[in-house]
């Protein structure tokens, strides 16, 4: 898919003549890679790609820009391989639902985010979970975690709830995903009702409680407002971490895990180089 998306961007580029640099945005949907729009310019996206792989890419193309070509600019050395094999990067959206709070905060393809940041260390969990810091999303170090899912997300919930169980976290369910998770052997602390329910606590009330520390809930689609958008509303009013995808999920069950183990400590990008391009020559 990577390669696909790489021939996709050089052929765009050639085909318009850039000069410089180009900002190509994707979707990708059932393994499908769509062009949604490619314009002639930097994003915010530059940055964190330099920063990511040590190429000061709006040097160079400032650079290319005023007549130079790749070429020279590898002889000078300003123009070399990425480092890789060191280090994880991850660029985390900062979104600015905090000022909105009665705001659904499911993600659609339109832009919303006000911000990016970036989250980097020796493994994916660390760099998750500094990521996650950085944007203002503390990933919760114990306590309880919610889970109400879309069916079609119910087999790979199954997977980030038993991590979590792991970690030493309890969960919480509705009634449809905590019999998904007792099936296959996930223990469940307490099934939740749905909002409007008069029996049991609904996940509102429990949210609101400050009961959960943090919450997992999918959405179902579109249409009228229903359980997920009240659960995630509460979520963010009561500033409460709260993830929309299963693979955000195995994510942070991964950045809770890394960051139990090893902690978490600063290094300057100069020392992540640095260390990558030794492990290159040796």
Known sequence: MVEVIEGYTRSIADALEVRGPINVQYAVKAGQVFVIEANPRASRTVPFVAKATGVPLAKVAARVMLGATLAKLREEGLLRPPVEGGHVSVKEAVLPFNRFPDVDTVLGPEMRATGEVMGIDDSFGLAFAKSQIAAGDRLPEGGSVFFSLAERDKAGGIVAARRFVELGFSVLATAGTAAAFEEHGVPVEGIIAKVGETVGTSAVDLISSGKVDLVVNTPRGRGPRADGAYIRTAANVHQVPCLTTVAAALAAAAGIAAW????????????????DQLRLKL
């Not at 090893?262 to 260390?275: D, K, N």
């Open 260 to 275: 139990s183990a090893h902690g978490l400590s600063v290094r300057s990008l100069q020392e992540f180089h640095e260390g």
